[in-house]
């Protein structure tokens, strides 16, 4: 299962994302895409997010059988500490 949130999206990426998962909130989307799409959307989302913020989770082979990607501006980054993922906020 991937989960992607995204924060002050800019308009059309939410529709885009739609395409291949439901959006069972305002901004939170969850599916099984294959890792080809689920790559090539993180991509488009990567490139195209701006001033907004973006998070993926995704299936990984792991201790916590998760991994997280981040994207945009003021965000959360993951952290590996020991082999369990924590998020840091970057000081301003």
């Given amino acids: 299962m991937t989960v992607i ?3 002050a999206a800019p308009e059309g990426l939410r529709g885009h994302l739609t395409r291949w998962m439901v959006e069972v909130d305002a ?3 969850v599916g099984n895409p294959s890792r080809r799409v689920r790559d ?4 488009l989302l990567a490139t195209r997010i701006g ?6 989770v995704e299936r990984a082979n792991n201790e916590q059988g ?3 990607r981040t994207a945009g501006r003021d965000r959360w980054r993951p952290v590996d500490y020991d082999g369990l993922i924590l ?5 301003r």
């Fill in 27 to 29: 901004g939170v989307f």
């Fill in 66 to 68: 998760w991994a997280v």
């Fill in 40 to 43: 090539r959307l993180w991509e």
């Fill in 5 to 7: 949130v995204l924060i």
């Fill in 51 to 56: 001033d907004g913020q973006a998070v993926l």
């Fill in 87 to 91: 998020s840091a906020r970057n000081r």
